[in-house]
């Protein structure tokens, strides 16, 4: 029997990412474009699609593949994983938000500012893995001093459950308010843009 209220948000959440990846293909090369630089976007299809891939199976895996990770992931946290990976997923959309972000500002002000200095392409990726490396912190500081309390404090596994959700909570309480500020920043880039157009 196909358990449709597990497979469903698996599959909105692959689809969200697989989104974002495009919003985040599509903003890079635009970034890029306005600067004058070139981007191997087949390189970036191609590695944003492994990361769709990895996550497609990390979703779905089969009863194998959940004996491979209860192999792999210590057994002090198995009780832990399905929230786990899920959590992680909100990882993901969270550094891909924070990115869009940050491209949608650096567009902002290569359009707004009277003097903009673009930063270097060896700044702007350091930035982008910065980026990443903060999301993926936030997850796994939370995580791991969630399953050091645990067994710590010797926490039930209800009110352990309850913290995990609390950090998808905190996360979807943030992510409307980011794809808020870029859609308000590259709405005002096309005013400007339109508003430049139109006076020359």
């Not at 990895?54 to 399905?82: C, R, S, V």
């Not at 990976?85 to 707004?112: K, S």
């Not at 039930?156 to 996360?171: D, E, N, S, Y």
């Amino acid at each position: 029997m196909i358990e449709w209220a597990e497979i469903f948000p698996k599959t909105m959440a692959i689809f969200w990412i697989f989104v974002q990846q495009v919003c985040y293909c599509c903003i890079k090369y635009a970034y890029e474009n306005i600067l004058g630089r070139k981007i191997k976007v087949r390189a970036y299809v191609i590695f944003h699609g492994l990361i769709l891939l990895a996550l497609f199976f990390m979703a779905f895996e089969t009863d194998a593949g959940i004996n491979l990770a209860f192999h792999i992931i210590p057994k002090k946290i198995q009780h832990f994983y399905p929230h786990l990976r899920w959590n992680f997923f909100f990882a993901v959309m969270f550094a891909y938000d924070l990115l869009l972000l940050t491209y949608a500002w650096r567009i902002y002000r290569l359009f707004v500012a009277e003097k903009p200095k673009p930063a270097t392409v060896q700044t702007v990726l350091l930035q982008d893995a910065l980026i990443v490396l903060f999301a993926f912190g936030v997850y796994f500081l939370y995580h791991w001093g969630l399953v050091m309390s645990f067994y710590r404090f010797r926490l039930p596994i209800w009110r352990i459950r309850g913290i995990q959700l609390f950090f998808t909570g905190v996360l979807d309480f943030f992510f409307p308010l980011i794809e808020a500020a870029c859609g308000l920043m590259l709405w005002r880039v096309y005013k400007t843009a339109k508003k430049d157009r139109l006076g020359a």
